[in-house]
């Protein structure tokens, strides 16, 4: 069983659609990271949450502490935010990571 | 700042060779994780370091790895003797661990071939 979730595995969406990629976790957890991994490999940390919201740019990141569920929704989506989305939880001193959300944005 | 610096950013070794990489974190940043990333598994924390200091190692997979911290500039995290399945890109990320920071910057990665 994994401790966190992720859903879709894969989207493909039209430029300028709205986009939302879920994680559910089933641990208690500290805090909760989205983590962006671009085609070539590299990784990007989006946001870090412990509780509500979280905006930057066009990216909104949320988490429900009781449901433990936790969305990040892209607005207006753009090819460039074509990559692999990460959910990471940390528990104490240990993290688990979803398998990852691959997101294709289509011109 | 240059960001974490890795090395070397692709490694191929023969299996039962020793591999070191090599990781330069952010200057200032006081918190060091080593992570492996592998299609079957994905990403994994394997060991992170507060203050030079091993926090956690549970994710290190074996007796074969160990990882190091000399210094607040500098750590290695070695594979002895490697074996095909620790093929895997290995990344290194750096934070400030204090009041209201959490945000972990990440290095290009090693990409480790065993042959």
């Known amino acids: 069983k994994n401790e966190v979730e992720q859903s879709p595995q894969n989207l493909t969406a039209q430029e300028g659609e709205f986009i939302t990629i879920n994680c559910s976790y089933s641990v208690g957890i500290s805090a909760l990271h989205w983590l962006q991994q671009h085609p070539g490999g590299g990784i990007v940390s989006l946001f870090m949450?412990?509780?509500g919201k979280k905006k930057h740019g066009r990216l909104i990141a949320t988490i429900n502490i009781q449901e433990k569920h936790s969305s990040l929704h892209i607005t207006a989506s753009h090819p460039r935010d074509s990559a692999v989305y990460i959910c990471?939880?940390?528990?104490?001193?240990?993290?688990?990571f979803g398998t990852g959300t691959s997101l294709t944005v289509i011109p | 700042d240059a960001g974490v610096i890795q090395s070397p950013r692709h490694e191929v070794t023969e299996m039962g060779q020793e591999v070191t990489l090599r990781c330069k974190p952010i200057?200032?940043?006081?918190?060091l994780f080593w992570y492996r990333q592998t299609m079957m598994r994905g990403l994994e924390l394997l060991i992170y370091f507060n203050n030079n200091v091993p926090i956690d190692d549970s994710g290190m997979p074996e007796d074969r790895f160990s990882a190091k911290m000399p210094n607040a500039s500098f750590s290695t995290l070695k594979i002895q003797p490697s074996e095909p399945r620790d093929s895997a890109v290995y990344f290194c990320a750096s934070r400030l661990r204090a009041s209201g920071h959490y945000e972990q910057y990440f290095g290009p990665g090693t990409r480790l071939t065993v042959t």
């Open positions: 990471a939880v940390r528990t104490g001193n240990q993290f688990y």
């Open positions: 200057s200032g940043h006081n918190s």
């Open positions: 949450l412990s509780s």
